[in-house]
């Protein structure tokens, strides 16, 4: 039977806990051939452990219960700047023994004090990756995807991203069938698309800039046509060159960098409030045809537009 020992710390995030625990420590139900895991929960110093959401948790068992598991994985806690050096050792010997490690969200900080994200490709949540990449600089964080499985180290994104995560690593130990069953019994898909950068929501800042913020007021109301460096020139009254130059000076960026994230950014609102065809949102913001969106679209937002429009779509079916 595999086990799996759940390690948790003062101040830890309840749902992180659950994610595991849903996965992981779901008993037999009958006409299910799924297989049933040997599931533990332990701490440093068993007993009470504080939550970060007002409520504690009674662990009972040390960290010698993750000494044989084949999954040892660290619940996400409040604190998570602060390395547990109990932890950092446990963790350590169950991969130089053969074990897989995962954490997900601000749990990745302790596997990088551990020392085992070093030479590793990982993940955290959007919200924490300069951070973690700061603190743990021999680290390659991507904060672009829902996971990241590297030599028996998995990371995964915030909160719900560590469902992704888990049914990743029961697909692969025991099959998409397998992972399917768990999936439809916890009720999401089996697999997401895309990555975290479909959920960063990164509002365009505003942009001071002394002299060209009238031009850039208007092609702002004209996204839908062809916008080049030549005209948005004539409009300033400037050769393209000085007004290349004045551009990043003033913007810190590059004419095509600036629409282009203005065009992607009015798309996500297209397909967020209307029923307008991928076509006809290519053209309202200026791109031309599905394929180019699609190709713009996906290389920012790491999903093609369809799939943006299924998550976050707020137009109501009739």
């Not at 995560?165 to 099959?175: K, V």
């Not at 702002?220 to 060159?241: D, Y």
């Not at 007004?243 to 600036?258: I, K, L, V």
Request: proline share 5%; glycine share 8%; with cysteine.
């Amino acid at each position: 039977m595999t086990k799996v020992a759940m390690i948790v710390s003062d101040h830890a995030e309840p749902f992180g806990m659950g994610v595991l625990a849903e996965v992981w420590a779901e008993p037999h139900h009958p006409g299910d051939d799924s297989p049933v895991f040997d599931f533990v929960v332990c701490t440093p110093v068993p007993g009470v452990v504080s939550g970060a959401s007002g409520f504690d948790f009674v662990i009972r068992h040390g960290l010698e219960a993750a000494a044989d598991a084949d999954l040892v994985a660290v619940a996400a806690k409040r604190d998570y700047r602060a390395e547990d050096p109990r932890v950092s050792e446990a963790l350590r010997a169950a991969h130089e023994r053969g074990a897989t490690i995962m954490a997900s969200c601000t749990a990745a900080f302790q596997l990088g004090h551990a020392g085992l994200l070093d030479g590793r490709r990982c993940t955290t949540h959007w919200r924490y990756g300069d951070e973690l990449a700061d603190r743990f600089p021999l680290a390659e964080v991507d904060t672009d995807v829902l996971y990241v499985d590297d030599d028996r180290i998995v990371t995964g994104a915030g909160s719900a991203a560590g469902i992704d995560a888990n049914l990743h690593l029961m697909r692969q130990w025991f099959g998409a069938r397998v992972a399917a069953t768990a999936a439809r019994r916890i009720v999401v898909p089996p697999h997401r698309d895309g990555g975290q950068a479909q959920f960063v929501r990164t509002p365009m800042a505003a942009v001071e800039a002394e002299t060209l913020s009238p031009v850039l007021d208007w092609a702002e109301e004209h996204l839908a046509e062809p916008l080049t460096v030549a005209v948005l020139a004539r409009r300033a009254h400037l050769s393209e060159r000085t007004f290349a130059r004045r551009f990043r000076d003033e913007t810190g960026t590059t004419p095509w960098q600036w629409l282009l994230g203005r065009r992607v950014a009015l798309a996500e609102e297209l397909l967020e409030t209307t029923e307008l065809s991928v076509e006809h949102v290519a053209g309202r913001v200026g791109f031309g045809n599905a394929a180019t969106l699609r190709h713009h679209f996906s290389a920012v937002r790491g999903t093609s537009p369809q799939a943006y429009r299924r998550s976050f779509s707020r137009v109501e079916s009739a």
